[in-house]
């Protein structure tokens, strides 16, 4: 069954510090046709390479969705943060979806508690400015595509650079929310984390037409 389809204006304010907002990936002809709407702003080749993961990801899995990041509430602008080809970055929601015209949905996890949210948002934070693993995505992907066995252990270790996925599950790690048992972080997919028996799905976010939330 199809996720419901939720207004954003009316939902926005439910969102939470530490939700899931999760990205349904584009495909070749789409990332060409976005890049031409605005060249000089993104280089065709982050759009291509976004286009290829992405590809790849949800055809790996069996998955529509190809990229994950963190909720977090800025006065009162609702922003996500996001491990993506120029690291661990935020942004306003609205500016992450129009980065690739891409579909977007919303995770929540109820177990959480406020001041765990606040510690997750702490850890987050922390993690801005962290290079994006760029050959760890290469190997998860190779992982992905011949089906190889991974590692099954969550490493204590900080994690020198970092991918969306396995951005998502260290900070909910970080308040003992595994959100796949038996599969380490740096091998999480979008998939598994949409997957998870801790999150429920809320339904995708329909954005406004307008620029009225831009920055929000």
């Not at 890049?35 to 080749?45: A, G, I, L």
């Not at 759009?47 to 909720?71: D, E, N, Q």
């Amino acid at each position: 069954m199809e996720p419901k389809i939720n207004a954003y204006e009316e939902v926005r304010d439910q969102i939470k510090d530490g939700d899931i907002i999760m990205f349904e990936g584009i495909g070749f002809l789409s990332a060409i046709l976005n890049w031409r709407s605005r060249p000089r702003e993104f280089p065709v080749w982050k759009y291509l390479v976004h286009a290829l993961v992405s590809t790849i990801v949800k055809a790996a899995t069996g998955s529509k969705y190809s990229h994950a990041g963190l909720a977090a509430r800025w006065y009162k602008r609702l922003m996500v943060l996001e491990a993506i080809g120029d690291g661990v970055i935020v942004n306003p929601l609205r500016r992450s979806e129009e980065r690739f015209k891409a579909k977007i949905y919303w995770f929540s996890c109820e177990e959480i508690g406020p001041k765990d949210r606040e510690l997750m948002m702490i850890k987050a934070l922390e993690e801005l400015g962290k290079p994006y693993g760029f050959w760890k995505t290469i190997l998860f992907l190779i992982c992905l595509i011949f089906k190889i066995d991974v590692d099954k252990r969550d490493s204590l270790k900080e994690a020198k650079s970092i991918y969306c996925s396995e951005y998502v599950a260290r900070i909910y790690n970080f308040v003992h929310k595994d959100l796949k048992q038996g599969r380490a972080d740096r091998f999480m997919s979008p998939k598994d984390i949409a997957d998870s028996d801790l999150l429920t799905n809320n339904g995708r976010l329909k954005m406004p037409l307008t620029d009225r939330h831009l920055s929000s």
